[in-house]
């Protein structure tokens, strides 16, 4: 695998749109780094994201951080896109088609900050697809005690 990941993305969207494309070209590199990754260390060594104690917490540190599996296997924790680029990773090892999704979450006029990732699988031919929510999983197990 090379050592450089080439982004690009249409220079004609701005505001929303432009924060969204420029997410999802970064959460993509994450989940192509986290695919090379667990093809290094499959399962068993590296546990599915729904088998582990990974919580997921909210990273309102003001910035965004892309981290991998490892750390955040080290870290025990994950905020909603770190969560979902491993998910997708995951799917992908296993053949699946999976990307991630930014929907922007803000109910407040002119705030284009908040946004909140998702795992979209498209229909296959079982006719199943649509989105995950790796956050919410991880947050409701957590809830339940497991």
């Not at 088609?97 to 699988?121: C, M, N, Q, Y």
């Amino acid at each position: 695998m090379s050592d450089t990941i080439c982004i690009t993305a249409p220079f004609s969207l701005t505001g929303v749109d432009a924060l969204v494309a420029a997410g999802e070209a970064s959460l993509e590199a994450v989940v192509i780094l986290n695919l090379d990754y667990l093809r290094q260390h499959p399962y068993p060594e590296t546990p599915f994201l729904y088998e582990t104690d990974v919580r997921y917490r909210l990273d309102d540190s003001g910035g965004e951080e892309f981290l991998t599996i490892p750390a955040i296997l080290e870290r025990g924790w994950g905020d909603c896109d770190q969560l979902a680029a491993w998910r997708a990773a995951e799917l992908r090892s296993l053949g699946q088609h999976a990307t991630v999704r930014l929907r922007h979450g803000s109910d407040r006029p002119g705030d284009e900050r908040i946004f909140h990732a998702l795992v979209h699988r498209p229909p296959g031919r079982a006719g199943k697809g649509g989105f995950e929510d790796p956050s919410a999983f991880m947050y409701a197990k957590e809830l339940k005690g497991a």
